[in-house]
């Protein structure tokens, strides 16, 4: 009866969590979930149901959890998570589901073998993975089926390994063509990538390379993270020396939760995936995002800021030390070194907490405005390149925080490692006849390679475009930039703002007629 008086919302999101990392991810998601919502999952009588009393945290549990059985003695519905759980070794499987959180995902939604990948995308793809692709296929049409208005569907996955690369591409190629692509359900993924000093895997370059293909063509937005970013975040948060697994994960959670969160709770400025989607890709195959959290700051280093302070959150979700992939966001241009400046193309901030939209504005606005310290990464082509949403609901754990997400030119620095490693491999042709002996030819290694080279060549042209294709900082003075006028489309609409910009433009009023109405 709650539920009925405030209404269903209607965007589902499937989640799919392939391979130990992927799960190990999804997981993490799933208890930050709980945890917010309020859903008990430590009590076995009583596992699935909400124990809260803000029932705003029950409205709109639908979007990742469906309804099991309702309990008549404490007349309570249980809730079932909405997840997929995939991997090629059931005993990394059994070690998510075995604990009290594991004990509320559906049995039928966990789905394995034991014949394993070994570490290679070709065996994961072309062999072992068919049989267990055809089975969650199944399991994506019941859980579609069982929706009012899927929104979206969403991977954690790592591309480093076998499972989350080569099972990863055959569930994305499946689940996409049986979605249609003309549909208007979002797909995108949150990846594990290689990283500079944490890979501890032979065949990751290859891996890699082919998994970014898949996210290329299957995907509508991927949201990049890496081991070694993730480290040095949680040694700084949680000040720890050795950081665990889980504690990177919930890094991962934290970002996964604060971009959902405008579609689990209300708030002044909400989202949905579409709109989150139309801000953040300007661009067609540029659709790799590195996300950023903020506070990200330890026990006692959070005695030092004022909480709730937007400026404070807004520097913060800016430094290099915040960001989850190994990058420099604002990264300076060295032309003697052929290095570019960084650009944001666009970006997108989600804010949780009593902020004002008016004043979460005006620091947006005042970030990439003209003249301002951001203004040099923000080019002067896309207007107003920071959308935003606002949700009052608190994180549970941080509290008053900011997801920040950019579609960011310096992702090349990710793609430029992974080159590089690919590179040294192929010139003396190890390990290739690994994917040979699975399917996957020569060429086919290097038509991959290609088309990640083909991803950061994209980047670097976007970040090389000039920012002014009309330039009025000279007081009296309206030139056209010669050196952004690439096409005879671009100097005709130059022309046209030139003489736009040069007219007296102003409104007409005139006074109200007096007489009946």
């Not at 124990?51 to 404490?74: C, I, P, W």
């Not at 994305?172 to 290689?194: A, E, N, W």
Request: hydrophobic share 35%; glycine share 8%.
């Amino acid at each position: 009866e709650r539920i009925g008086v405030l209404g269903r919302s209607g965007r589902e999101i499937i989640q799919i969590a392939v391979g130990r990392a992927g799960c190990g991810m999804g997981h993490e998601f799933i208890r930050d979930l709980v945890e917010e919502h309020q859903v008990n999952y430590l009590n076995e009588d009583l596992r699935g149901t909400f124990m809260g009393t803000d029932y705003s945290r029950e409205a709109h549990l639908d979007v990742f959890f469906n309804e099991g059985q309702y309990n008549k003695e404490l007349r309570q519905m249980r809730w079932v998570p909405r997840a997929i759980l995939v991997d090629l070794n059931m005993l990394d499987l059994a070690s998510i589901t075995s604990g009290p959180l594991g004990a509320m995902y559906r049995p039928e939604n966990i789905v394995g073998n034991d014949e394993g990948s070994g570490n290679c995308y070709a065996k994961a793809f072309h062999t072992e993975g068919v049989d267990v692709a055809d089975s969650v296929l199944d399991l994506v049409r019941r859980e579609a089926e069982r929706c009012n208005c899927m929104q979206g569907v969403q991977f954690t996955h790592s591309i480093t390994g076998g499972t989350g690369s080569g099972l990863s591409g055959l569930l994305m190629k499946t689940i996409r063509d049986y979605l249609d692509r003309g549909s208007k359900c979002i797909m995108q993924s949150f990846s594990l990538v290689p990283g500079p000093g944490a890979g501890d895997m032979v065949l990751e370059p290859y891996n890699a390379a082919l998994a970014y293909q898949d996210l290329l063509e299957y995907m509508d937005q991927c949201f990049l993270y890496d081991n070694s970013a993730l480290e040095n975040i949680v040694q700084k948060s949680c000040g720890v020396d050795v950081p665990k697994r889980q504690q990177m994960n919930n890094i991962v959670a934290l970002c996964m939760s604060g971009l959902t969160s405008g579609l689990r709770f209300k708030g002044p400025l909400n989202a949905d995936l579409w709109k989150m989607h139309s801000s953040l890709v300007p661009f067609k195959n540029a659709h790799f995002l590195i996300s950023s959290f903020a506070p990200l700051s330890s026990e006692a280093g959070n005695a030092f800021r004022k909480e709730g302070c937007v400026l404070d959150l807004a520097q913060q979700m800016l430094m290099k030390d915040n960001v989850t992939v190994k990058c420099d966001p604002l990264r300076p241009a060295d032309p003697q070194n052929d290095i570019n400046r960084a650009r944001i193309l666009a970006s997108w901030a989600s804010w949780r907490g009593s902020f004002k939209t008016q004043e979460v504005d005006r620091i947006l606005y005042d970030m990439s405005k003209s003249g301002s310290r951001f203004d040099s990464f923000y080019p002067d082509w896309i207007p107003n390149p920071i959308a935003s949403n606002i949700c009052v609901q608190e994180h549970v754990e941080r509290k008053q925080s900011v997801v920040y997400v950019a579609n960011n030119t310096a992702v090349t620095e990710v793609f430029d490692y992974n080159l590089s490693n690919w590179d040294k491999m192929m010139s003396r042709k190890s390990h290739l006849h690994y994917f040979e002996q699975d399917g996957i030819s020569v060429d086919d290694m290097k038509e991959s390679r290609g088309i990640m080279h083909y991803i950061r060549e994209w980047y670097s042209e976007l970040g090389r475009r000039e920012d002014k294709i009309v330039d009025n900082s000279d007081p009296g003075r309206i030139t056209i930039n010669d050196r952004a006028i690439e096409n005879a489309d671009h100097e005709e609409l130059a022309k046209e703002m030139k003489e736009l910009m040069m007219d007296d433009m102003h409104l007409k009023t005139e006074a109200p007629r007096l007489g009946r109405i």
